[in-house]
């Protein structure tokens, strides 16, 4: 069991604008979601952290539902143009870095979390999904929260938050399963 007091405690300290604990049960699977990552990503077929690396939407959907709790955790940040995608992306991976923080919370109370993040997985140059080999670090990559068919702006809605919060703030969200 997660002592949830002495990790919110520790969220709270962390540069988070806010947190959230869940139920998976909450989420809401998408074949819409996927069907983007097909048709419109150019990530898709690329990555071990991309479709259809990850599995069906029913296997993510799975993967995700066998966990009991599921924490969301959100940043944000001001950028001057957020057409600026060069801009944009270069936020992300502070939102990366704490991400990783809260899993090293977990980690510290026995508990190894199945998190998705953002974007995909750029820890190497090239994924070696290209060239039919293993993730090089599986327990670093995190796949996107949208990889696995899930539309976050229900569950945003359902709790009362904003997915955009103005016209140059850039949301992140991650999402930790345990
Ligand atoms: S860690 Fe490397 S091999 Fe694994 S998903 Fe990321 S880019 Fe691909």
Redesign the pocket.
Known sequence: MIDREKLEEQLSQLPLYMYHFFEPAQLEFSDRIRYICTAECPMYNT???CPP?VGTLETCKNRCLGYRNCLLIGTIVEVRDIADIGETLATRPAHEDVTNQVRELFRQQGKEPYILSTE?????E????MDG??????E??HPCVESHGINVIPLLESLGLEFQYGENIVTWYSLLFY
Not at 120 to 124: A, E, K, R, V
Not at 126 to 129: E, H, I, K, L
Not at 133 to 138: E, K
């Open positions: 990555s071990w952290a690396a995909s997985c750029h820890l190497c090239r994924c070696a999904w080999q293993p993730c090089r670090f599986p670093k990559m």
